[in-house]
């Protein structure tokens, strides 16, 4: 079955970096858009950004633009989230999702990495 | 910057029929698909409806969703309400830019 299993998470002081990753299984990686979406702490979903499927269209939010960087490699079938001069408001869970539809509708989604920034 | 607004929460009793919509700030919600997905707490949001009123295999029958043009509108409606219904609801639509939006949630109580 279709699985995503996030890693990277933890605790970073303000103005650090973290790398996210996601572990595709079960389809064809190679063949789909991916996407992250994060969570703060008991707020709502806010898409973070996407990649096509040969990782030549790339789209950010504007809250992460400049500050995260998308890529995978698709040998194996990973994804990955490069997160720079972070700030408290980034803290969140991350998830990586699936994108269909070109990108636009994310199913399935992992089960998230948390993400804590502060001092 | 589109924008998706639905209400905070909604209550309603089990066997009953709840809607939740989700209106869109500008333009015309019916030129772009919504998507609507179900979070359970402490879980991963799973799709319940896709591409407007598209139902994945596994959703239940009692989910359905519409488009109203008038009213720049999308709903989600869960008619013979369950307990296990009970989670929060978000639709999904994307900007000009291809850039994903997702309204604020709805947390469905049902009592």
């Known amino acids: 079955q279709v699985q995503l299993v996030e890693s990277g998470g933890g605790l970073v002081k303000p103005g650090g970096s973290l790398r996210l990753s996601c572990a595709a299984s079960?389809?064809?990686?190679?063949?789909?858009?991916m996407s992250w979406i994060r969570q703060a702490p008991g707020k709502g979903l806010e898409w973070v950004s996407y990649?096509?499927?040969?990782?030549?269209?790339?789209y950010y939010a504007d809250s992460v633009k400049g500050r995260f960087t998308i890529s995978r490699d698709n040998a194996k079938n990973s994804l990955y989230l490069q997160m720079n001069s972070l700030r408290a408001e980034d803290t969140a869970v991350y998830y990586c999702?699936?994108?269909?539809?070109?990108?636009?509708?994310?199913?399935?989604w992992g089960q998230g990495t948390l993400v804590t920034v502060s001092s | 910057n589109f924008m998706l607004t639905q209400p905070h929460s909604v209550s309603e009793s089990p066997g009953k029929t709840v809607t939740i919509s989700c209106t869109g700030s500008?333009?015309?919600?019916?030129?772009?698909?919504v998507q609507w997905y179900q979070q359970r707490p402490g879980s991963a949001p799973t799709t319940v409806i896709y591409?407007?009123?598209?139902?994945p295999s596994g959703v239940p029958d009692r989910f359905s969703g519409s488009i109203d043009s008038s009213s720049n509108s999308a709903s989600l409606t869960i008619s013979g309400l369950k307990t296990e219904d009970e989670a929060d609801y978000y639709c999904?639509?994307?900007?000009?830019?291809?850039?994903?939006?997702f309204g604020g949630g709805t947390k469905l109580t049902v009592l």
């Open positions: 591409e407007d009123n598209q139902r």
């Open positions: 990649i096509s499927s040969s990782g030549s269209t790339i």
């Open positions: 999904q639509s994307y900007d000009s830019s291809n850039q994903g939006v």
């Open positions: 999702a699936r994108g269909l539809l070109f990108g636009r509708r994310f199913d399935p």
């Open positions: 079960g389809f064809t990686f190679s063949d789909y858009y």
């Open positions: 500008s333009g015309s919600i019916a030129s772009n698909y």
